[in-house]
C-alpha cells in the first residue's frame, strides 16, 4: 500500500510540473508573439511613412538586423530586399500578407521554417503609389524555445521529482503508520485522523457483534457438551470424510478413546469388519446398523447420515449397551433348552414304565417298584416345574408379592420344623443360633431363601453331619448365615454354583431329587431384597452361605 501511495503521489507531482511547465511556456510564447507582433506593426508603419516621404532612399544607411525589410512593387516584383538580393526575388504578388496589403491596405501573416524550429511574422502595408512595403521578424517557434530551456527544465524536473520523492515517502508514511499501529480490539481507543473514524466505529460493532456470536456458539457448544455428556448412550459425531468431529464421554469410554481422537479417521476408534461396513454404508448416505462386541460389553451401533440441501455433510453414530439385553437373550435360549432337556428325562422314565406296565411286561411283585419309579418322576417333574415358576416370578420382579415385616429367626425355625424328618432320615443333625431379627421382606421368597440353603445343606451333607443356621441382628442389617458340615464346593464352581441348572456333580444332584434350580432361586429372590450373598466352602470341610440384608 506504501509503495502505491508512493507511486501514485510521484506520477501526480510529475503530471502538475509539466502541466504547469506548458502552460507557462505557452501563456508566455504567446504572450511574447503578441508583443512581437504589434512592435512589427508599429515598425511597418513608421517605415512605410519614411518610404511614402523618401522613396527607396529611405533605406540608405539603414540598421536592418532585428527586421527584414522589402519593398514590391505594384506589379508584384520585388524592388528592395533588406536581406536578399531582390532582382533574384521571384514575385511576391500571391504572398498572403502582400496580397491582403493590396486588397485592404494592410496585410498579415506568419510562415514556419521547415524545420518549424523557427516562425517569421510578416506585417505588409500599401503605399501611396501602389507597392507595398513588407516587414517581418523572425521568433523561435515553441519547440525550439523547449530544445533550448531543456537543461534547466531537466534541472527543475530532477529537484521536483527529488522533492515529491520525499514528501511523498512522508506522506504515505504518515497514512499507512497509524493504519499499522491500529489497535483492532479496542478501535475506538486510537487516536487517528478524522476520516477512519468511521471505519473504526465500523470495526468496532463488528468487534462486538463476533464478541456476542462467538459467546452464543460457546454457550451452545457448553450445552450440546451437558446434554451429550451426561447422555448413557455413546454419540458420535462425524464429517463426510469420516473424520470424527465430536464423541460425548459415553462414547470415548465405550470406544476406549479419549477426547484427542477428534480430528482423527473414526476407524482408528474400531476397525471391526461390522464398523468398516456401517461407515461406508452411512458415509454413502444410507441408514446403517451393527453390533459391537467390545470388551467392556455388546453395544448396538445405529448410524444415520446427516443431510443439507441434498448433500452428504456428515453421519450421527449412537452406541446403546445391548449387553443385558444380549445376555438375557443367550439366557433365555439356555433356560428352554436346559428346562427341555431336565423335563425330557423324567418324561421317558415315566412313558418307558408306563408302556412296560401296559404291555403286561412287568412282574407283578416288580409293579409297585415301577409304580415308585412313575411316582417320583412325576414329583421330580413337579418340583422341576414348581422351581422354574418360582423363578419366572423372580424374573418379573415377583410384582404380586406383598412385602412385610418378617422375622427371620422365626422363619429359620419353622423351616427347620419342616425338615426335620429329611435331616433325621439322613442322619443329619440341625441347630439354630442367633436371635429375632425383623427385615422388611417378601415372607415367601424368604423362606425359600432359607428352605433351598437348608435342603442343599442337608442334601449336599455327610452322614453324622450338622446343618446350623444363624440369624445375627444388626442396626443397619441382619445376617442369616446356614453353614454345612457336608461336602463343600471347590473353589473353581464356587461363582457358578448360582447359575441356572449349573450343578457340581450332575449325577448325584439328580440322584437326590436336585433342580439344579435352588441356588438360582437363592440368588434372585436375595437380589430383591438388595441383599449380598457370600458363599465360604471348602471341599470335605462343608460350607457356609452368608446374606446380608440391609434393613
Ligand atoms: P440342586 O437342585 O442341584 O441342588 P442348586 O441350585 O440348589 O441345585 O445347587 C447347585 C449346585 O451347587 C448343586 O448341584 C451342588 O452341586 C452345589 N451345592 C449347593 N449347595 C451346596 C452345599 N451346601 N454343599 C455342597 N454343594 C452344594
Redesign the pocket.
Known sequence: MTKRIFKYICLVALAVFLACMLLIMGVLYEYFTGEAKAQLRAQTDLAAQGVARNGIGFFDGLDTTDYRITLVGADGNVIYDSAADAEEMKNHADREEIAAARETGSGESSRYSETLTRRSFYCAKLLPDGSVLRLSCTQSSVIALMLGMLQPILVIALIAALLSLFFASKLSKRIVQPLNELNLDEPLKNDCYDELTPLLRRIESQHRQILLQLELLRQKQDEFEAVTGSMNEGLLLLNDKGTVLSINAAAARILDADRGCVGQDALTLNRSVAMQELLEKVLGGEQAQAQLELSSGIYELDASPVMSDGRLRGAALLLFDVTDKADAEQMRREFTANVSHELKTPLHSISGCAELLLNGMVKPEDVKQFDLQIYSEAQRMIRLVDDILRLSRLDEGAIDMQRSCCDLFELSRSTLDALQSEAQAAGISLSLEGGSAVINGIPQLLDSIIF?LCD??I??NKPGGSVCIRVEDFPDHAVLTVS?T????PAE?QTR?FERF????KS??KEIG???????IVKHAARLHKAKIELE?TPGHG?S?RISFSK
Do not use: P
Open positions: 433351598n442343599n445343606a442334601k449336599y454345612d457336608g461336602i463343600g464346593i464352581h454354583v449349573y450343578r457340581v456333580d448325584h444332584s436336585g433342580t439344579g434350580l435352588g441356588l438360582s466352602s460350607s452361605f
